[in-house]
T-cell receptor
């Protein structure tokens, strides 16, 4: 399909472990976003890429969280020393980033992270 | 700081009835989004509202934006069971693509 894809769909890890979550945006979309959604809440912004660079990482909760997008397409969200409070659904979105209606963000299915 | 508030947070209604979900935001925003989320699923874009007075309709859903009142509404006409879902509004700060989200309105439509 042509939508945003995320892998894995589910990830269970132990407290203190390192995890990587992958996002494959829609082809041609230059903007990529990561959000975190806890049960019963709206998404919470984490970081936004325009091309390869992180244009806004103000939503990353602390320095255990890091994201990269080395070639301006696929992005990886990395979480070090995971804590139980990191458990959530991590959503990725992409947009064409050319103004007007084309800034609409299209979301992937999410990765459900559970930290035991 | 931009804050987005939705109400109600929960709505149970009968099929065939009309209702409105309200979305207030606290500071200037240049666009307002409505999304739908089914249980265990991701977010599906419904509407993007770009200017004061904008109105968009798709089927039984109609969204409008009043930038002066900092208010957007999502109106449901003659509700059907298939519209049961959680509806989110989101806004962004002027010239900033970071979306700030409401808490969502869980809509249950009973046959």
């Amino acid at each position: 399909g042509a939508g945003v894809s995320q892998t894995p769909s589910n990830k269970v890890t132990e407290k203190g472990k390192y995890v990587e979550l992958r996002c494959d945006p829609i082809s041609g979309h230059t903007a990529l976003y990561w959000y975190r959604q806890s049960l019963g809440q709206g998404p919470e912004f984490l970081i936004y890429f325009q091309g390869t660079g992180a244009a806004d990482d103000s939503g990353l909760p602390n320095d255990r969280f890091f994201a990269v997008r080395p070639e301006g397409s696929v992005s990886t969200l990395k979480i070090q020393r995971t804590e139980r409070g990191d458990s959530a659904v991590y959503l990725c979105a992409s947009s064409l980033f050319s103004g007007g209606d084309l800034d609409e963000q299209f979301f992937g299915p999410g990765t459900r992270l559970t930290v035991l | 700081e931009l804050k987005v508030e939705q109400n109600p947070l929960f709505l149970s209604m009968q099929e065939g009835k009309n209702y409105t979900i309200y979305c207030n935001y606290s500071t200037t925003s240049d666009r307002l989004y409505w999304y739908r989320q089914d249980p265990g699923k991701s977010l599906e874009s419904l509407f993007v509202l770009l200017s004061n007075g904008a109105v968009k309709q798709e089927g039984r859903l109609m969204a409008s934006l009043d930038t002066k009142a900092r208010l957007s509404t999502l109106h449901i006409t003659a509700a059907v069971h298939d519209l049961s879902a959680t509806y989110f509004c989101a806004a962004n700060l002027d010239s900033n693509y970071q979306l700030i989200w409401g808490a969502g309105t869980k809509l249950i439509i009973k046959p």
